[in-house]
């Protein structure tokens, strides 16, 4: 049962317009949730993060959009560059054991054309 | 500062073999955990370890077990392979794994025959 859902799998935006990535989860429980971005043959690295007492997070032309109540969670990026295209991974933490292991969606393949 | 370090970097095993793989974390980061990320499957957390101990475990079967030495690299093993373990094994390292940002290694691409 997945608790982290990113029900697009692929994505296709004209180089500079805005890319909305979205991602929704079923556990009330996740409290943090982090966005990640995964070229290939490379791991994963971190994008941007926002904690549940926020509902929205900047950082450059990246925009983190929390709407706790929908349980669901956007990223945009604006303007979208070719160099943007990649996978985007949700991930969504609530502390375990003394630790925050997050959950990760099944990814979002974003291109971005010329 | 060096990256997360994983060997090796691709690994081609037969069913019923068993393998070992190594992460290498960020100098000073002493949580390490492991993932592993199949075609569509996102990625699956095996085990946490912080401090040489197993803090959190996901939901995966015996065969998969893991340790960390007081260098704080890890080491995760695969016992009696099977085709469905074929996927690419992810390392992540992070100062204390308190909702910090995870740092990820290029990862072991894991191929069973």
Redo the contacts between chains.
Sequence with gaps: DQQ?K?NS?SLSVQEGRISILNCDYTNSMFD?F?W?KKYP??????LI?I?SIKDKNEDGRFTVFLNKSAKHLSLHIVPSQPGDSAVY?C?A?VA????????????TSLIVHP | KAG?TQTPRYLIKTRGQQVTLSCSPISGHR?V?W?QQTP??????LF?Y?SETQ??KGNFPGRFSGRQFSNSRSEMNVSTLELGDSALY?C?SSL????????????TQLSVL
């Design positions: 982290v990113q799998p943090y982090l990640y043959a490379e791991g994963p690295t971190f993060s904690s991974f991930a933490s375990s054991g003394g630790s925050y292991i997050p959950t990760f969606g099944r990814g | 997360v949580s955990s993932y569509g499957q996102g990625l699956q957390f946490e912080f803090r959190n992810l992540a204390a794994g308190i909702n910090e940002k995870l740092f990820f290694g290029s990862g």
